[in-house]
């Protein structure tokens, strides 16, 4: 059968590992969320680049147009030249053909440039959408890993609660409030061994008559400087 220290050891044993259970609980869905916002990073970012890649395309397509109209103006005006009957004209003429001639080479230049640059983000758009496809497996796996983790550790520790309960119970009536408030104030420090003649837990020395007794009766002995509850290391003896 337990003594009463064994019994405050035990269930201090259990609150610790419960407060373990429920650290570990709290930092997994921060671990879970963070793969989610790598997903969502990766989709935003191959969204950004096909819109300036559909940007590019229509911005050379209006371009394309410009310079269809240009041409055909230039073919117009050219037409028009074969017509003149003046050097008046003629001046006039050629001069909107070297517009439309300059028009033209300077449209060519932007239309060359932009499918330069929609060539670069199509390949940059392929590379990134191979990359996501690893990646995104790869954080997917791990999210099953951490739901999975996180339901374990829900239910270990509702069966450690559930175990911490009953072992509450069996605890003397007379003894709970203070090892609630010890494990409040200390954490799950509330039982400590005997340091030689000091309390293990704040390091104070203990009266040596107090430091005799403790281990060697059926009633725990508690620090009278922070009040936690002493058992003598075994193998350490009284004298």
Not at 143 to 168: N, S, V
Request: aromatic residues 2%.
């Amino acid at each position: 059968m337990l003594t009463l220290i064994e019994r405050l050891r035990d269930l201090q044993q259990m609150d610790a590992e419960l407060r373990k259970l429920e650290s570990e609980q709290r930092a997994l869905p921060a671990q879970i969320d963070r793969h989610r916002k790598e997903i969502a990073r990766r989709a935003a970012e191959i969204a950004h680049l096909e819109a300036r890649r559909r940007e590019t395309a229509v911005r050379r397509q209006t371009l394309e147009s410009d310079l269809k109209t240009r041409e055909a103006q230039a073919t117009k005006f050219r037409q028009q030249q074969l017509l003149v009957r003046t050097p008046k004209e003629l001046d006039a003429i050629t001069h909107e053909i070297e517009k439309c001639e300059s028009d033209i080479s300077r449209l060519e230049d932007e239309i060359l440039a932009l499918i330069e640059s929609e060539e670069k983000l199509a390949a940059e758009l392929a590379r990134l959408e191979a990359a996501r496809r690893t990646q995104d497996e790869h954080s997917a796996e791990q999210i099953r890993i951490l739901e999975a983790l996180l339901a374990e550790k829900e239910q270990l520790a509702r069966t450690l609660r559930a175990d911490r309960t009953a072992a509450l119970e069996r605890l003397d009536e007379s003894l709970r409030p203070t090892y609630e408030w010890l494990l409040k104030t200390h954490g799950p420090t509330a039982v400590v061994k005997l340091d030689g003649e000091a309390c293990g837990g704040c390091g104070a020395l203990l009266p040596a008559s107090l430091a005799m007794r403790v281990g060697t009766d059926e009633k725990p002995h508690q620090c009278p400087h922070c009040n936690r509850f002493l058992f003598r290391p075994a193998g350490l003896g009284s004298s």
